[in-house]
């Protein structure tokens, strides 16, 4: 149907972010195509498990196995936006919600008398006016957390089915911000860990009760004898898609997570952040404030105490 209809249709999962946007005509559409048929099981294994697209956000922060074994995406699931939204919106919608802008989230109306922008219905950034390109900030929780544990999608389409590493997902383009086909639904996603790994997710945001981050940081580090093996620092709410830090990564590497080193690789996270004055509160702040995430998620994994697995 999607291939037929083209770009005058949408999917529409859970609704929660698509249907305010309709009323915002942030979308204007001719059809909606419903996912309901997406199945709803969370298939777990020890290191490995597969979400259907379908799960509920709800549904994936209360699962023992994923509370356990892959923590941080059962925090970030349990972070969304509020109870009731969390309760219709599922895992497939949240690694496709739509990228977010103080210029673009308003009322129609609103958008008319402040200028249209190149997101939707003009044909110049109001928050970069000399830039070519829509800077709109990637502000999925899920997302970020997936590619740390070395999330895969499965995405349906015309053309059949295929996966691929969530990360391949996005484009650094606030305005076309998903690399997959318009065609394709996400079907599945399944996350990985090497034993021994351990991981979190940090949130800011205004309002703990609903708001969308302002800053989020995923870590999922896998430790050998407490020397970290291998980490993986995602970013959201700083860039078009979500950020990973290769530097402090790296610089993780070999090392104990003691103070000074979690201190060193969250000033090293926070240096490709360079959000820009187009969501809440100021960007300057939100920079700085990139480092704190990063170092209370990376304490937070310290402080767990071993898995099952040691
Ligand atoms: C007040 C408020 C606060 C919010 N706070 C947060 C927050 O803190 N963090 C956050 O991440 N989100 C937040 N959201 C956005 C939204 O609630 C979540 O991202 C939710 O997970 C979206 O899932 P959904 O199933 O409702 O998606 P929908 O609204 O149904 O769809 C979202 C987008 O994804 C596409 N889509 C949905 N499912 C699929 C699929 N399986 N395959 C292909 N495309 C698909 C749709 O076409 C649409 O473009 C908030 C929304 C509101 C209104
Ligand atoms: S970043 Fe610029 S183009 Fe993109 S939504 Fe905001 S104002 Fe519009």
């Given at each position: 149907m999607a291939a037929d209809l083209g770009p005058r249709a949408m999917f529409v999962a859970g609704g929660t972010d698509l249907f305010p946007k309709l009323k915002r005509r942030q979308f204007e559409v001719d059809s909606l195509i419903g996912l309901d048929f997406l199945q709803r099981e969370i298939r777990n294994g020890s290191n490995e498990c597969v979400i259907q697209a379908g799960v509920t956000l709800a549904h994936a922060s209360r699962d023992t196995n994923l509370n356990t074994r892959f923590t941080g995406y059962a925090e970030a699931a349990g972070l969304v936006s509020s109870p009731p939204l969390r309760n219709a919106g599922t895992i497939g919608g949240n690694l496709c919600v739509d990228t977010r802008c103080n210029y673009y989230d308003m009322t129609y109306e609103w958008r008319k008398a402040a200028g249209f922008c190149l997101k939707k219905d003009g044909d110049i950034c109001l928050v970069a006016p000399s830039s070519p390109r829509c800077w709109a900030v990637s502000s999925s929780d899920t997302a970020p957390m997936a590619i740390a544990l070395g999330g895969l999608v499965t995405l349906v389409g015309a053309d059949g089915e295929r996966e691929l590493p969530?990360?391949?997902?996005?484009?650094?383009?606030?305005?076309?911000?998903?690399?997959?086909?318009?065609?394709?639904?996400?079907t599945g996603l399944r996350l990985r860990r090497a034993p021994n790994t351990r991981s979190a997710y940090v949130k800011l945001r205004?309002?703990?009760?609903i708001d969308f981050p302002i800053a989020g940081a995923a870590v999922a580090v896998e430790l050998e004898d407490e020397v970290v093996e291998n980490c993986r620092i995602v970013l959201t709410a700083v860039a078009s898609y979500p950020l990973e830090s290769k530097g402090a990564e790296d610089f993780l590497k070999?090392?104990?997570?003691?103070a000074d080193a979690i201190r060193e690789a969250a000033e090293i996270a926070s240096k490709p952040a360079k959000p820009l004055d187009n969501a809440d509160l100021s960007h300057f702040w939100r920079k700085r404030m990139v480092r704190v995430v990063v170092e209370q998620a990376l304490t937070r994994v310290s402080d767990q105490q071993p898995g099952l697995d040691g």
């Open positions: 969530v990360t391949a997902l996005y484009r650094d383009d606030g305005d076309r911000y998903m690399a997959k086909h318009a065609d394709e639904v996400v205004r309002r703990g009760s070999g090392k104990r997570l003691q």
